[in-house]
């Protein structure tokens, strides 16, 4: 049994998607149970493994993350980090404000003892649909080379207990192939990753092949990280949109169109990274995953997964033995 | 008059494309003289306004750019950039090594006194087909604030000479909107952009929002605008590429796509950054452009036109008299 706690008031669209996720996720898993925070009044849900915890305030998009954290202590995001802090629930998923969903990570979930900073992960798609885990997108703006070696730890576990990779490669981001390529950080990262036996090290990988399976997990620091997932988000939605009024401009096109957009629509989902759950804070003493704040019930259901899963696979207490301090 | 000197035995399909370009620039442009720096046997070229110039050495792709310069004194990139140093030229094209040719740029060539750091500038598409200027794309790996005001300056003129905006926008390329976003660089940089009254300060800009034309310039550290530019590529290249294979999968998808060929073929011409010339090393004592390695003839040419502007307005004169020393 995995019990997890969920945010029913974050996101663009809740708590409608949030409802209908875990009323599709109690049913699907019989091992599953929910503490559900946020209005009661709102909610839609009678299930004997879904329980209702009423708090009289929600966090919004506008708010400042540390000060909301800090003031709203009655709100949903606020009571599900803490039952995740108490060890009632494995994880916790809200669809909510990321910065105070990192903040409430940090402020009250906490740190697991000897990781000096946890990374904001997500996974990729590739042309293959293997898909890769890509981080730090955005938790720490600044890095140091021990730091990336770290990601590179948690993201090796999180590859082979998430995605089942056995032995998953690891590769560091960077502006050319060779050793001697990049700035200091990832000449000095660069030393560290390929000095140490624990998991496989792919060497440099490039911006231009991150779609082309160039390894398992890729890592950066959080500045890097957040500004490719941002460009690639912009470069296929932009493509996208160019793509589209193509297909809009003549009565012919449209034809063709018509003949074409089912197969177009897998391949649209092939590369909405929804589809692969939602990002996860990596290091801290339980699973906090953050669901897209547009997410359909459906990428908010693969959020859901993700954290069972990952409860399941006791990652956090794998991430103890082999990362933290228990490891020294 | 404008004269150039052009590297003949650069990029991978040398010297026909070069020979190519050189041909059709001095046909279309009576005001072009052009002197052709390589292997005088393989030169196809007698015209009078172009000069042909003996060299026994070339520099490869697989050199060592610094060593290469050094050492391969009779090859034809050192001979052209000592051609723009003696001032007998206004500027220079390659396709040839870009580290060699940056090299080339700084030791032959040289920096404009006050100038700190050059930048490599490259134009790139957006949705509109306007598209922007975008920097450093990767000369410095790493930069401190006042490189990146600095940069902003270079390319705010290089926007009003070489693509004619009056008076263009310039943006800071961060990880958010908000002032005090970013790293401690783009932080710093962001004050001191805000300061200045030279150029209208678009503010920081992200890069979801590249392709939509956000600013006229966006200036960047050549780490992060490097792995920009290639995962741009890069992305493009994986989309296209997943495209094509939904095109083919089917008869009646084979059908469709001869109904949309000419257009998509269109759209994928605008969505090339070739089409709007080479990458142009700003801040030194002469144009020197770097003409993609696989260019096509018409993107040399695009090339060379490029290099022609930048002599006829006087790109350098003005960078003297308004970034560099001469300024103080």
Redesign the interface.
């Known amino acids: 049994m995995v019990k997890l706690a969920i945010d029913m008031m974050g996101g663009d669209d809740a708590p409608q998607i949030v409802l209908d996720a875990v009323k599709k996720a109690v049913n699907d898993f019989s091992d599953l149970e929910i503490i559900l925070f946020g209005d009661e009044a709102q909610c839609t849900i009678q299930h004997e493994r879904v329980e209702v915890r009423h708090c009289t305030e929600e966090i919004t998009m506008e708010d400042e993350p540390v000060r909301a954290i800090k003031r709203k202590k009655d709100s949903s995001m606020v009571k599900m980090a803490e039952a995740v802090k108490s060890g009632e629930a494995e994880g916790c998923v809200s669809a909510g404000n990321t910065g105070a969903l990192m903040s409430a990570g940090l402020f009250i979930v906490g740190r697991i003892k000897g990781v000096e900073r946890p990374a904001l992960v997500v996974t990729l798609p590739?042309?293959s649909g293997k898909g890769f885990v890509f981080m730090d997108v955005?938790a720490n703006?600044?890095a140091k080379p021990e730091h990336l070696l770290q990601y590179a730890q948690l993201g090796h576990i999180y590859a082979q207990k998430i995605r089942g990779i056995e032995h998953p490669s690891v590769g560091l981001?960077n502006?050319g192939t060779e050793a001697a390529k990049?700035?200091?950080l990832?000449k000095k990262a660069y030393g560290l990753m390929a000095e140490q036996q624990v998991f496989k090290f792919a060497g440099n990988v490039?911006?231009?092949?991150?779609?082309?399976d160039v390894a398992d997990v890729v890592v950066t620091d959080g500045?890097?990280g957040?500004?490719?997932l941002?460009?690639?988000?912009?470069?296929?939605?932009?493509?996208g949109?160019?793509?589209k009024s193509?297909?809009l401009?003549?009565f012919?096109?449209k034809?063709?169109?018509l003949?074409?957009r089912k197969?177009?629509n897998?391949?649209m989902t092939?590369?909405d990274y929804a589809e692969y759950g939602g990002s996860v804070l990596l290091g801290l003493n339980g699973t906090v995953v953050k669901a897209h704040g547009s997410s359909s019930a459906k990428a908010f259901y693969s959020a859901i997964k993700q954290a069972k899963i990952a409860g399941e696979q006791r990652i956090v207490q794998t991430m103890k033995e082999t990362v933290g301090a228990e490891n020294e």
Do not use: H
């Open positions: 590739t042309i955005g703006a600044e981001l502006i990049g700035n200091s990832t490039e911006a231009k092949g991150l779609m082309q500045y890097t957040n500004m490719i941002k460009n690639l988000e912009g470069v296929a939605k932009s493509i949109k160019m793509f193509t297909l401009s003549s012919k096109n034809m063709a169109a003949i074409l197969d177009l897998q391949l092939k590369m």
